[in-house]
């Protein structure tokens, strides 16, 4: 079977990102984005997922911190 | 005496200096403040206790930035070892998104962002959303994602340290991605 349906497609897309496809697999994942706008989308939009994550991984000061009882609480543990 | 008062203030000074940058980092990866709390705690007293293993060979940020990612991985693992039985890429997790003859639900098709994708990147609202998307994930899909995607290693490696079959790995890591992605459409790009 040379068609492969949506679901399988986007099974590919992740597997395709670790390049896990056989060559047949990589020929049914090009045919069905060729015909697929939705599927296409998906792998695009998903790449992009990847990379936004990575970045956040990457960022700086989200101004996130602990409290100043909480630090104390450490520091006191330090000392025990 | 005076060497007890000399340790607090260097203690004080560790956690002063370091320790919201501990929690920023470890609350990007894994589910709860209180986790991150704790394992940021757990690193300084790791850190304090072994204090002589410190030579002052890498700076103290950097030290206790690889006792994070230790305490980080030990976490992974807990979390990872709540996965005992075989997962089934057909289970419910992506059921909502394809219908009987595996096609998208109209519901669940990728639609074309409103958004600017590569604006939305700079902006931290962006980044509050994808954040409440992580959140979203299962636990261990979370972790799964976090090892992958934040920390860069390789599947292989992941399989090893979680002690998950290569079809679970990629069970939980595939339904995490699908899942985020609808979840960034819905609640940034299309709302």
Redesign the interface.
């Known amino acids: 079977m040379i068609f492969i349906?949506?679901?399988?497609a986007?099974?590919f897309v992740?597997?395709r990102e670790?390049l896990k496809l056989s060559r047949k697999e990589v020929i049914q994942l090009k045919l069905h984005l060729f015909i697929c706008a939705?599927?296409r989308?998906?792998a695009k939009?998903?790449a992009?997922?990847?990379r936004?994550?990575?970045?956040?991984?990457e960022?700086g000061?989200?101004g996130?911190?602990?409290t100043e009882g909480?630090?104390e609480?450490?520091?006191k543990?330090?000392?025990e | 005496m005076e060497e007890t008062v000399k340790?607090?203030a260097e203690?004080?000074q560790w956690?002063?200096d370091y320790?919201?940058m501990l929690?920023?980092y470890a609350?990007?990866?894994v589910r709860s403040a209180e986790t991150a709390?704790d394992l940021?705690?757990d690193t300084?007293?790791s850190a304090?206790r072994n204090y002589e293993g410190y030579r002052g060979e890498a700076s103290v940020k950097s030290w206790l930035f690889v006792i994070l990612k230790r305490k980080l991985i030990d976490y992974y693992r807990r979390v990872a070892g709540t996965v005992t039985e075989a997962l089934d890429?057909d289970d419910a997790g992506?059921a909502r998104?394809?219908n009987r003859?595996?096609?998208?639900l109209r519901s669940a098709?990728?639609?074309?962002?409103r958004e600017d994708?590569e604006s939305?990147?700079e902006k931290?609202e962006?980044?509050a959303v994808?954040?409440g998307c992580?959140r979203k994930l299962k636990e261990v899909q979370s972790a799964v994602?976090?090892m992958k995607?934040?920390?860069?290693l390789d599947?292989d490696e992941i399989c090893k340290v979680l002690d998950l079959s290569p079809s679970n790995y990629?069970v939980l890591?595939?339904r995490a991605?699908?899942q985020?992605?609808a979840c960034?459409?819905m609640n940034w790009f299309m709302r």
């Open positions: 349906h949506c679901r399988q986007v099974d992740s597997k670790e939705g599927c989308r998906f939009q998903n992009y997922v990847l936004a994550m990575k970045r956040y991984g960022k000061d989200d996130k911190r602990l909480d630090k609480g450490i520091v543990g330090m000392m | 340790s607090q203690a004080s956690v002063y320790s919201d929690y920023r609350l990007q990866r709390k940021v705690q300084f007293l304090w890429v992506e998104f394809f003859s595996d096609h998208w098709l990728p639609a074309v962002w994708e939305s990147l931290s962006f980044y994808l954040d992580k994602f976090t995607y934040m920390e860069d599947s990629w890591l595939h991605k699908v985020l992605r960034l459409e």
